[in-house]
C-alpha cells in the first residue's frame, strides 16, 4: 500500500476487508508521524487478530493482517523480512 492507504496490491479473500484494514493502519501510521514520531512500523491488535505495517520504501508499506491464531512476534518477524525482501525490487520499480 502507499502511504495514503491506496492499495497496490492484496492477498485475501475480499478486497473490502483489505481496503478496511489499509484504512485503519494508515490512519494509526498518520497520527504518530503527525506527533514528530519517526516510524519503521506499527502493529495494532484488533477483534480477530492483528495488522502489522512495516515501512518498505519512503513511500510504500507492506501490510500484513493475522489471525489471533498468530503470535504477534511471529508475525512482526515475517513482516520485517519480507519488507526486507521486498525493498530493492520495490525501489527498482518506483524509480
Not at 49 to 65: K, N
Amino acid at each position: 500500500m502507499n502511504m495514503e492507504g491506496g492499495l497496490l496490491a492484496f492477498s485475501g479473500p475480499s478486497e473490502r476487508d483489505a481496503v478496511l484494514h489499509a484504512a485503519m493502519a494508515t490512519n494509526a501510521w498518520t497520527v504518530y508521524e503527525k506527533n514528530g514520531t519517526p516510524m519503521r512500523s506499527i502493529l495494532v491488535e484488533i477483534e480477530s487478530g492483528a495488522v502489522l505495517t512495516v515501512r518498505v520504501t519512503p513511500s510504500l508499506a507492506l501490510c500484513l493482517i493475522s489471525d489471533e491464531s498468530i503470535e504477534l512476534g511471529i508475525l512482526r518477524q515475517k513482516g520485517f523480512t519480507l519488507a526486507a525482501y521486498l525493498e530493492a525490487p520495490l525501489k527498482q520499480i518506483q524509480a
